[in-house]
Structures are given as structure tokens and as C-alpha cells.
């Protein structure tokens, strides 16, 4: 901060800018006055590695104060924290990296985690003795874009005393619109929030915005201040190095400017809605053709769809459409159910580019399908 204060004083100024253009409750923006402030992290990893450590120091002061009699091993040794299933698989990681239980719960049919799975796990746990302290809530699943519910968990987190960290490392970008800030209802009862502008908001990587309400279960748990590091400012403006794992930090806030600034709120907003638009277009391409499922609401610029019939057929599918070369669709699994997911990403894609993939997508099936057809023909004939 004392090296380049510009990078700091443009950081706070740029994270209240963003957060308020995403409609963030005034409680996680340092213009409120009040602890609340952003930060930019390289990754959404990092946020939620960051977002744990700050819950962790949190949750060994409050015991520490009911059960002096505790120890910091045994307080730290039984700490549980939760997320869904179809949570992003650096979740899992952050519970590897900051030394505690991670219990990974099971999302409903439309693959949201619901505050009464959250509830009865926290009973649980709670039950063999353990100390539930950090649930993620995912806004957008890398699997299927499928969005926990935060209206439900956000209570559930707030009653058991449970620092709640938003992962919308994708989907946060939509919510420049405000036609979709729906699907962050809730989110006034969460500690920490944090997406990607690098996925989805035309800064390029790395950038990635996390807020929190108070940081200073951060800056308690990573403050080590040596003497070559301290200076004459300390307090009057936020210290980043203590909301961060590395020390040094680079001009992040700068490209954020740049972006913000070179198209502002309406023409961030357009390149939101014209892909989310794309998206639904190409769902309904695929609904003219029976031969196809769509396995997930499409909310945001992710199309999850199958052929109907097996995994095989559909492994086999993909396999040869990626072989082709001319579009690449990765593919996911969720409780058994393979499927495909068209992405739309740049910000150079048209109409014309979802017609070009339809139409690869459908000769595609036309050949793998006639394929199967002959073959079966052959076995009979064969008899
Ligand atoms: C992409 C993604 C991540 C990982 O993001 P990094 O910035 O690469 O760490 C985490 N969670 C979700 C939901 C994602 O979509």
C-alpha cells in the first residue's frame, strides 16, 4: 500500500463501482462507512481458499470464548464446513488446503442444495460433537449452471453461526442486469461473495472480485507485520496484503477501470443479454428436434442437452463431433447422466455461429443415429 498507493485507492474505488453495478447490499462496500469493502483476488480458488481461512479464525475466536477449556488443535481438528456436490472442485481443494473437514451434501432434483439438507447435516454434526462453521453457496455450477438456494441457506447459515461465501465465479457477471439479481435473492444474508470478471465480464484474466462484510477476521488471521513492512499509513486505507495469500499484488484495478470505463453499464449489460440470448436461441433449436433432451433450465450462456437414450450413445456422440474439429462442446456427468454443454463465451459470437453449431450438432446425429440404424439392420440381416 505505502509502495503504490494509486493501486490501492483505485482497487476500492473500482470494487464499490462494480459492486454497486451488480446491485451488492451498501454492507459490502466500503462507501458505506462501515467494515465492508472488495478486493481483487487472481482466482475464484483463492476467494474461496481466502473466505475459509477468514471463517476458520472467526469460528476459533468464538469457541475459544464459550469453551475456553478447548484447545486450538482440538477447536481446529473439529471443524466441519459444507457445499453441494456439483460445487466447483476448488471448493474441496480449499478444505484440503485449510486443514478441515469439507462435507460435500447432495443437491435436489434440479441440483440446488437446499437449506433443509444444510439444516439436517449441521444437526448432525453437531450431534457427534463437531463444530459447523463455512458453507458455499454456488450461484451458477460449473456442471450445469444450476443455482443453490441462497433464500434457504443464507437463514440456515445465519441461525448455526456459519460464515456463507457466495462462489458465482461464472454467473455473477449477469447480475449487471437486473433482471436476473433474482437469483441472488438472499444474498444480504451472506459474509463474503466473489466472481470472475475474467469468465464472463470482458476483463481479461486474472480478475477476480471478491467482497466481504468484514474483513478483519482476514486481517487478524494473516497479519504478520515485520518490521521492513510497516509503515506510516497503516489504517487509513485498507492494507490488501492482509486480505490476500501473497504479499506482493499487481495493478489489477487498472484493467477493471479500462473495461469499465471503455464500455460502461449499458453496453456490459448488452453483451450479457445478447449471449444469454444466444443461449436460449440455441435451446430452441434444439427443442425442434425430438431426437434431443435439454437436461437443465438454460438461465444464463450454458446449454445442457443430450440425444435421449444411453451414456454410450451419448460419449460416442461428442466423441465424434470434437473429432470433426469444427466446434468443441465439453461434456458433463450428473448422478449418472451424461451430457453435452454448448457454451457461449466470446464476445464475437453471433446468431450465425449457434446456426453454424446446430447444424453441425444435427448432421452430426444424423450420421450417428443412421450408424446405429444400419448396423441393426446388418445384425438382423446377418440372422
Ligand atoms: C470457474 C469456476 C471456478 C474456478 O475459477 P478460478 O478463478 O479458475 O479459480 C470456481 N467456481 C465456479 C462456480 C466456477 O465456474
Redesign the pocket.
Known sequence: MIASPACTELEVVMMDWLGQMLGLPDEFLAKSGGRGGGVIQG????ATLVALLGAKAKALARVKKEKPHMSDAEIVGNLVAYASAQS?S?VERAGLLGGVRMRALESDENNKLRGETLEKAIKEDLEAGLIPFFAVN?L???SSCAFDRLDELGPVCNEYNLWLHI?A??AGSAFVCPEYRYLMAGIEKADSFNF?PH?WLLVNFDC?AMWLKDPSWLVNAFNVDPLYLKHEQQGSAPDYRHWQIPLGRRFRALKLWFVLRLYGVENLQAHIRKQIGLAHYYESLVRTDDRFEITEEVLMGLVCFRLKGTNELNEAYIKRINGRGLIHLVPSKIRDTFFLRLAICSRFTEKADIDVSWKEIKDTADEILNNNHCNNHNHVNHK
Open positions: 482466482t475464484a480458488s483463492e466447483h476448488s454456488t451458477g455450477t460449473t462462489d465465479a461464472y470472475n469468465k477476480s
